[in-house]
């Protein structure tokens, strides 16, 4: 491996404009920017007609290790994400077992060390008695609570036992916001049913509204760092603009529930639309476009949350919930760029920059001397096919099957080693732990 590449005539992209420069990496690091000789380089790469922007950072993924590896581990995972042009992931807790604990939490990050293409860290689950290891463990990007249940049995629901870790300790705390009884009394009335459209009504949005409003009070109580995961409703949003100021509160979409709708979506494919919370109908898709335009919503995480086929083939009520995405988030946003629907600024600002900003990790989101390289060369030109069976996930399916896009990664560069070059990722590549400051 060359220790230092040279990147000639690419586009920079930040989310404030767009520079044709010359980008030197030494040892791992942006080195230096402007106009540069060749012969400073080992390798050089022609990049003229190419736009180069930070890796992205994906900040919620479910990767299975360890313990549900059948599905996805986190070697795969993270080859997944490189192809995606994602060089750093937040990795969840609901494994088997689940990451609660600062023993699992120290084995997981050997286990990442030995499997990982690209740089990763990890959310500890919190449950209704761990709050000394909640903030005892050291360097993890948060706190993950699931307010309402979902894959795995991690549960967090009484108001009291919320209240007690948001009073006590000062590190961020991410949460899946549904509320749990709603959704029991739901399930009841749709036991019958065997339309998978259903399951946006079992998970109803005033379930997630009535969770979204309890963790938002409790971040607003205790100015505690809160940041709600992959918002799904008009209504969560049309709150969150009178309420996220009040509070240091932080917001997040997936692209899943802008881009697919119900219920056409489970006509379509069934089971393979069904994740937590849940895809809706289209009113609540535009609201979360237009939040994510005006800023009410931050940034894009992708809830990569892969199971098989045979786990997908169940009927309504047994099949899990839960759908890939981090290998063809970055590809769809870029072909909503090149459709004029966003700038490709505000693609770099919403995955790339803010997920490192909100979640406080040194050194990445910029194309700056001294940042790591982790740096993914984007082809605008480029279209392809999302296909099932050829896709780096273990499950290799994706809801967006055979959807044609246009924009696509064409090298994926992490810590200064190229990792996914022109459809192909190097096994051997390994990414480093992330640091939270
Ligand atoms: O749909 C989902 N699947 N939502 C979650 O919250 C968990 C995830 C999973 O782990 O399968």
Known sequence: MPSSLLIKNAR?????????????????????????????????????????LPGALDPQVHFRDPGLTWKEDLHTGSMAAAAGGVTSFFDMPNTKPSITTIATMTQKKEMAAEKCVVNYNFFIGATEDNLDELNGVENVCGIKIFMGSSTGDLLVSDPKALDHIFGNGSRLIAVHAED???????????KRSIDFNDHQFVRPPE????ATTLAVDLSIKHQRRLHILHLTTRDEVRFLEQQKGKGPISVEVCPQHFLLSGPFIYEKIGAYAQMNPPIRDMVHGKALWEALQNGTIDCIATDHAPHTHEEKAKPFGSAPSGMPGVETSLPLMLDRANRGLCKLEDVVKWMCEKPVELYKVRNKGQIKPGFDADLVLVDMGQKKTIENGKLFTKVNWSPYDGWNTQGWPVRTIVGGETVFLDGEVDESVRGVEIQID
């Open 12 to 52: 920079c992209v930040s989310s404030s404009a767009i520079v044709q420069q010359d980008v030197l990496i030494e040892n791992g690091k942006i080195s230096e920017l402007g106009d540069i000789a060749e012969k400073r380089a080992e390798e050089v790469i022609d990049a003229s007609n190419l736009y180069l």
């Open 180 to 190: 749990d009884e709603i959704i029991n009394a739901a399930k009841v009335q749709y």
């Open 207 to 210: 379930a997630a509204l009535k």
